[in-house]
């Protein structure tokens, strides 16, 4: 899986289709931190590479792959959609949002 596999899903669910509100750049900060939150919580979500550190290294490019199994992806789009409504939590439907994406975070979790 990678940052541009999973981009256009994350837009879907936060209605920016036409990044208007939310840069690539800032959509993939946002994937490293849930990249980071998942291996947090399950280690054995990073396949393929021997686990010396449990921080996965910084998506950079387009064609970087997620150190996480595309099990993963729905995690990862509640993540960053959590993320991106936080910005603006001071307007009650976007903290709704906030909060109901992080509830879908952790429920993909198994919390």
């Known amino acids: 899986m990678t940052p541009n596999d999973i981009l256009t899903d994350i837009r879907s669910a936060i ?4 990044s208007v509100r939310w840069t690539d750049a800032t959509l993939r900060i946002y994937m490293f931190d849930g990249e980071t ?21 910084l998506l950079s490019a387009n064609t970087a792959s997620f150190t996480v199994s595309d099990s993963y992806r729905s995690a990862m789009i509640h993540y960053v959609a959590f993320r991106v409504f936080g910005e603006d939590s001071e307007d009650a439907a976007n903290a709704a949002l906030s909060k109901h ?3 879908l975070f952790q429920a993909s979790m198994g919390g």
């Open 101 to 103: 994406h992080f509830q």
């Open 15 to 18: 209605s920016d289709e036409s």
């Open 37 to 57: 939150a998942i291996v947090n919580v399950h280690p054995e979500a990073q396949y393929g590479t021997r686990v010396v550190n449990s921080t996965p290294a």
